[in-house]
T-cell receptor, first 116, second 113 residues
Framework: DARVTQTPRHKVTEMGQEVTMRCQPI?????VFWYRQTMMQGLELLAY????????DSGMPKDRFSAEMPDATLATLKIQPSEPRDSAVYFC??????????????FGEGSWLTVV | GDSVTQMEGPVTLSEEAFLTINCTYT??????LFWYVQYPGEGLQLLLK?????DKGSNKGFEATYRKETTSFHLEKGSVQVSDSAVYFC????????????FGKGTTLSVSS
């Protein structure tokens, strides 16, 4: 059963520490998204990759956040330094070629981050 | 810009009641429309989708019809169950390359027995 895998599932860290979240997209999917979910803002797009190249990261605070795809099986989202306002659930999602034709985009179970 | 508007929640229903969650959208181009569901402590799961006007998506007793004339994609279920309690998100993706899924704010549904 193919699925998007995210690690860690839960993370509690102190303010100022570096946090790295990892995502393994579904094999063969060439489109990867990072979303952040908070009560106040709902689901916000942070970054979007196609064929490992960033297409849109305008939703990501550039001073502390970075997103990369070192290879086709791994996407990373890094926060350095972390702040309490970064506490949220971070979702990775992947989709096949032609997501704009309505192909399904699949979500991981999320990384639940708490910064104290 | 593109956007999705959902009715405010929470929606509280008794078991076997009829459910409607309204969703309207604004989009350039020709969007595909989705409903995702999020159960407590879990990620988002696709519930149903429709890729062109007048298409009806359906799954697990839920239905939604893509209405281009009213730019709507309302979610309905004839008889809800306690297990349907979750947060429901309406979403769209346009046919413009480089755009991503855009979500509504989500509607919390609570069903009591």
């Amino acid at each position: 059963d193919a699925r998007v895998t995210q690690t860690p599932r839960h993370k509690v860290t102190e303010m100022g520490q570096e946090v790295t979240m990892r995502c393994q997209p579904i094999l063969g999917h060439n489109t990867v998204f990072w979303y952040r979910q908070t009560m106040m803002q709902g689901l916000e797009l942070l970054a979007y990759f196609r064929n490992r190249a960033p297409l849109d990261d305008s939703g990501m605070p550039k001073d502390r956040f970075s997103a990369e795809m070192p290879d086709a099986t791994l996407a990373t989202l890094k926060i350095q330094p972390s702040e309490p306002r970064d506490s949220a659930v971070y979702f990775c999602a992947s989709g096949p070629r032609q997501v704009h034709s309505g192909n399904t985009i699949y979500f991981g179970e999320g990384s639940w981050l708490t910064v104290v | 810009g593109d956007s999705v508007t959902q009715m405010e929640g929470p929606v509280t229903l008794s078991e076997e009641a009829f459910l409607t969650i309204n969703c309207t959208y604004t989009a350039t181009g020709y969007p595909s429309l989705f409903w995702y569901v999020q159960y407590p402590g879990e990620g988002l799961q696709l519930l149903l989708k429709a890729t062109k006007a007048d298409d009806k998506g359906s799954n697990k007793g839920f239905e939604a019809t893509y209405r281009k004339e009213t730019t709507s994609f309302h979610l309905e279920k004839g008889s809800v169950q306690v297990s349907d309690s979750a947060v429901y998100f309406c979403a769209l993706i346009t046919d413009q390359a480089g755009t991503a899924l855009i979500f509504g704010k989500g509607t919390t549904l609570s069903v009591s027995s």
